[in-house]
């Protein structure tokens, strides 16, 4: 959909809510105008006569998408700690892994191996290897003709086959022992948000593409504390800026097939890195 379209998803959730109580806000279109209203905006493009206009339905059909999805999909494949923990043990026993399987920088409890992100690399490890960055220490940069195209602002958490010229890299946040939504949980999104916003602008502008996904997990803080931030991850990828959201459990299924993909475009991507033409 176009950006005015996702001005008004934001617009509505930011003044009327993300949430309802244990819901998600299903706007009516009642609660258009009086949204647009309030912000002295006009909201006849929504509604007219107390009645959906064809934008209007459409705005309020994806919200209650975004909630079904939600609730019917996600929240049945986020894992609280003691779930990640035996995910990891059990596939720990069946993979064997030789790479990197990271442990949190703290002492006692929280001084456990990051599940979720060796959970991650266990699963990518299954189809690639170890020919993969499993932990990139530096930028992610792409060039072209042994010059420089683009090089990201940010560093990324995995990247297939390196953080330079990745076929695909991507995001984890897991956030199993932190006790409160703060600043820090919700800058996670906007992280993810600002690399593919440098992704699509490349991609408009030189035609080279990087595929990005964010992988998420930790239901006491995603589902119980910040299911707001869930609806920013699912506007996220209908706006493009990732091409897809993968949550808890849901990597065991969906990861292997999306790392044999990332193998067979890998001859492509070397043969682009190699081209040669004039910086752009």
Aim: proline content about 5%; charged content about 30%.
């Amino acid at each position: 959909m176009p950006k005015e379209f996702w001005a008004s998803v934001r617009t509505v959730s930011e003044k009327a809510g993300y949430t309802d109580g244990d819901g998600f806000l299903l706007p009516s279109p009642e609660v258009l105008v009086r949204t647009f209203e309030s912000l002295d905006l006009d909201p006849t493009d929504l509604v007219i006569d107390r009645r959906f206009t064809e934008a209007g339905q459409r705005l309020a059909d994806y919200m209650r998408y975004r909630g079904d999805v939600l609730a019917n999909q996600v929240r049945a494949w986020l894992m609280n700690v003691a779930e990640a923990e035996e995910l990891y043990r059990q596939m720990a026993d069946r993979y064997r892994p030789k790479s990197k399987q990271p442990r949190n920088n703290q002492g006692k409890a929280k001084g456990a191996p990051r599940y979720f992100t060796c959970i991650i690399n266990m699963l990518v490890e299954s189809v690639v290897g170890l020919d993969c960055d499993y932990d990139p220490q530096q930028l992610t940069a792409v060039t072209v003709g042994r010059k420089p195209l683009r090089t990201l602002a940010r560093r990324v958490d995995g990247a297939y086959p390196s953080a330079v010229n990745p076929i695909a890299l991507w995001e984890i946040k897991e956030y199993y022992h932190t006790t409160t939504f703060g600043s820090r949980v919700a800058d996670g999104v906007y992280e993810s948000l600002l690399d593919g916003m440098e992704l699509e602008e490349m991609r408009e502008h030189t035609q080279v593409s990087v595929l990005h996904y964010l992988m998420v997990d930790a239901k006491d803080n995603w589902w119980e504390r910040g299911r707001s931030y869930l609806c920013r991850m699912v506007d996220m990828l209908h706006m493009g800026y990732v091409d897809e959201v993968l949550f808890g459990r849901e990597v065991v299924d969906r990861l292997p097939a999306l790392a044999a993909e990332w193998k067979g475009l890998r001859p492509v991507a070397e043969a682009r890195s190699r081209e040669h033409r004039p910086m752009l």
